[in-house]
T-cell receptor
């Protein structure tokens, strides 16, 4: 059974810092990995999707990498801003089905 | 930009009552999903739906749950006899092509008293 873990569970940084969020998964037989942002009490906003054949994806200040064989992904946020404060979730889709398995999230606080 | 919508945003019900949660997926999407998130816990998959039938379901999705696409736009989740432990945020999602990016709605917060 796929297990997804995110470290750290919480992170507080001053504005302007570059930061890295980590995601690991136990079963490397994945089809893709998706990063989401969740604001308190709100829905999930898709940030980036990486297919299993890709190594990284970029969108603005966000860069996600995937090392499928080692079961790891990172989300790099450049020049963090207070508006980036949210919980970031990673989710993997196994290659045997279309369900997403989620990690527990990293709660990010960017201080002005 | 097209988005998934869900109604109601918050539903309060008594234990044992039936509830129906409604979703309008993005219009040209073909694959539909329900997930739930109990407060403080991970988001969990419930069910996926394609071509008017369930394609995959989790252990959580027992006989108390059902899904339906009653018309060309709505996708519903019914819980027949709610329990206290059904209290959670329920998210609907959709995508246009299997294995592509899933887009999530804002969620319905279900509170069972």
């Amino acid at each position: 059974k796929q297990e997804v873990t995110q470290i750290p569970a919480a992170l507080s940084v001053p504005e302007g810092e570059n930061l890295v969020l980590n995601c690991s998964f136990t079963d490397s037989a994945i089809y893709n990995l998706q990063w989401f942002r969740q604001d308190p009490g709100k829905g999930l906003t898709s940030l980036l999707l990486i297919q299993s054949s890709q190594r990284e994806q970029t969108s603005g200040r966000l860069n996600a990498s995937l090392d499928k064989s080692s079961g790891r992904s990172t989300l790099y946020i450049a020049a963090s801003q207070p508006g980036d404060s949210a919980t970031y979730l990673c989710a993997v889709m196994g290659d045997a089905g279309n369900m997403l398995t989620f990690g527990g999230g990293t709660r990010l606080m960017v201080k002005p | 930009e097209p988005e998934v919508t869900q109604t109601p945003s918050h539903q309060v019900t008594q234990m044992g009552q039936e509830v129906i949660l409604r979703c309008v997926p993005i219009s040209n999407h073909l694959y539909f999903y329900w997930y739930r998130q109990i407060l403080g816990q991970k988001v969990e998959f419930l069910v996926s739906f394609y071509n008017n039938e369930i394609s995959e379901k989790s252990e959580i999705f027992d006989d108390q749950f059902s899904v339906e696409r009653p018309d060309g736009s709505n996708f519903t989740l019914k819980i027949r006899s709610t329990k206290l432990e059904d209290s959670a945020m329920y998210f609907c999602a959709s995508n246009s092509v299997l294995y592509n990016e899933q887009f999530f709605g804002p969620g319905t917060r279900l509170t069972v008293l």
